[in-house]
């Protein structure tokens, strides 16, 4: 009886490939998490004013930036949001132009917001379906 292509298969290989699909469904789910969030603000969210921010922190990591400070707002309700949140590169201007920045809060639970000029990433859809078709396209069985 000849062995199945599996059973042929190195157990490297094999769990090269195991660990690569579920680091990509891992992605998958975490960007759809996060569209889906961000969707949910976008049409059942309240929108409110952020109070102009002091100060910000930036940090570098392997070539990229990540902005973070802390924003205040009030609520339709008159509750004090304050929280500390990381921002895109794109609001600092505007924060430093006295442009009122706006975000979207969820009105059952304020301190979930987003900014309104805020889109969901599309990194982990590509990294996800990246490591799943590497898993069965570039990472090979030896050729017997």
Do not use: C
Not at 29 to 40: A, D, K, L, M, P
Not at 95 to 123: G, L, T
């Amino acid at each position: 009886m000849k062995p199945t292509k599996a059973a042929s298969m190195p157990l490297r290989t094999l769990m090269f490939r195991i660990v690569a699909v579920v680091i990509g469904l891992a992605s998958l789910y975490f960007g759809f998490q996060e569209r889906t969030r961000i969707s949910h603000l976008r049409s059942a969210g309240l929108s409110a004013q952020v109070e102009p921010i002091q100060d910000y922190t930036q940090h570098s990591s392997r070539g990229s930036d990540t902005y973070t400070a802390e924003f205040n707002f009030t609520t339709d309700q008159g509750m004090k949001i304050r929280r500390r949140h990381s921002f895109p590169e794109a609001l600092i201007a505007d924060f430093q132009n006295d442009i009122p920045v706006m975000v979207r809060y969820d009105p059952k639970d304020p301190s979930e917001f987003m900014f309104e000029s805020e889109e969901a990433p599309i990194w982990p859809y590509l990294f996800g379906i990246g490591f799943i078709v590497a898993a069965f396209v570039l990472i090979r069985a030896p050729a017997e």
